[in-house]
T-cell receptor
Framework: KAGVTQTPRYLIKTRGQQVTLSCSPISGHRSVSWYQQTPGQGLQFLFEYFSETQRNKGNFPGRFSGRQFSNSRSEMNVSTLELGDSALYLC??????????FGPGTRLTVL | GDSVTQMEGPVTLSEEAFLTINCTYTATGYPSLFWYVQYPGEGLQLLLKATKADDKGSNKGFEATYRKETTSFHLEKGSVQVSDSAVYFCALSKSSGSARQLTFGSGTQLTVLP
C-alpha cells in the first residue's frame, strides 16, 4: 500500500505571497491532519479533516487554512506569508484511529 | 492541557551500547502513547505504540512500556547501531469526541558512533 504523499517537497516563496500544499493519504484513510515543524517550536498541530469537514484546529492564525476533497486528499493554504512560516509541513493520515502515519513533508522557505 | 516531556538531547552512544530515552506525559483520561523516529530530510516514521496501561510496544529491537502510575513511556534498546542515529519523538494522542491530534515532545537527537 502506498504511503502518504505530499507535494511539492520543497518550496521557496517571498513574504506576502500565498502557498498551497497538497497531501494524499494512504488509500482508505479518511482522516488527514497537518503539523508544522520548526526548530524553535517543535511539532505543532494545525488542523484535522475528516470526510471533508474540519473537526479539530490548533492554535494558528486564520492565515492558515485547509480543506479536504471527496477522495480524502487535502490541501493547506497559507496566505500573506511571513518569515516565521518557514518550516517543514507534515501531513498525516489515519483510518480514524489514534495511529497516524506521516508523509515526507513539504519544506517551505519564506524569503 | 496535555503535554509530553522528553529527555534533553543530544545523546551520543557507541555502537552496541544500551539506549534509554525518557518520556513522561501529562494528560487527563487514557491517552495512547507513541514513539516516532525522524531521519534527516524525512518525515516521521511510527516506531511503536501502546494504547493502554501496562502495554508494551516493540519494534526493531526498541521497546517502551506504558506506565500509568508514573505517567511514563521510556524508550529502550539493548544494543544500538549506527543506523539508529536519528531524532526520536515521544507523543500522545487523545481523542476529544471524534477529533484526534498528536501532542509531541521536543525530540531527542541520537547519534551512534561506530
Amino acid at each position: 500500500k502506498a504511503g502518504v504523499t505530499q507535494t511539492p517537497r520543497y518550496l521557496i516563496k517571498t513574504r506576502g505571497q500565498q502557498v498551497t500544499l497538497s497531501c494524499s493519504p494512504i488509500s482508505g484513510h479518511r482522516s488527514v491532519s497537518w503539523y508544522q515543524q520548526t526548530p524553535g517550536q517543535g511539532l505543532q498541530f494545525l488542523f484535522e479533516y475528516f470526510s471533508e469537514t474540519q473537526r479539530n484546529k490548533g492554535n494558528f492564525p486564520g492565515r492558515f487554512s485547509g480543506r479536504q476533497f471527496s477522495n480524502s486528499r487535502s490541501e493547506m493554504n497559507v496566505s500573506t506569508l511571513e518569515l516565521g512560516d518557514s518550516a517543514l509541513y507534515l501531513c498525516a493520515s489515519t483510518q480514524n484511529t489514534d495511529t497516524q502515519y506521516f508523509g515526507p513533508g513539504t519544506r517551505l522557505t519564506v524569503l | 492541557g496535555d503535554s509530553v516531556t522528553q529527555m534533553e538531547g543530544p545523546v551520543t552512544l557507541s555502537e552496541e551500547a544500551f539506549l534509554t530515552i525518557n518520556c513522561t506525559y501529562t494528560a487527563t483520561g487514557y491517552p495512547s502513547l507513541f514513539w516516532y523516529v525522524q531521519y534527516p530530510g524525512e518525515g516521521l516514521q511510527l516506531l511503536l505504540k501502546a494504547t493502554k496501561a501496562d502495554d508494551k510496544g516493540s519494534n526493531k529491537g526498541f521497546e517502551a512500556t506504558y506506565r500509568k502510575e508514573t505517567t511514563s513511556f521510556h524508550l529502550e534498546k539493548g544494543s544500538v547501531q549506527v543506523s539508529d542515529s536519528a531524532v526520536y519523538f515521544c507523543a500522545l494522542s487523545k481523542s476529544s469526541g471524534s477529533a484526534r491530534q498528536l501532542t509531541f515532545g521536543s525530540g531527542t537527537q541520537l547519534t551512534v558512533l561506530p
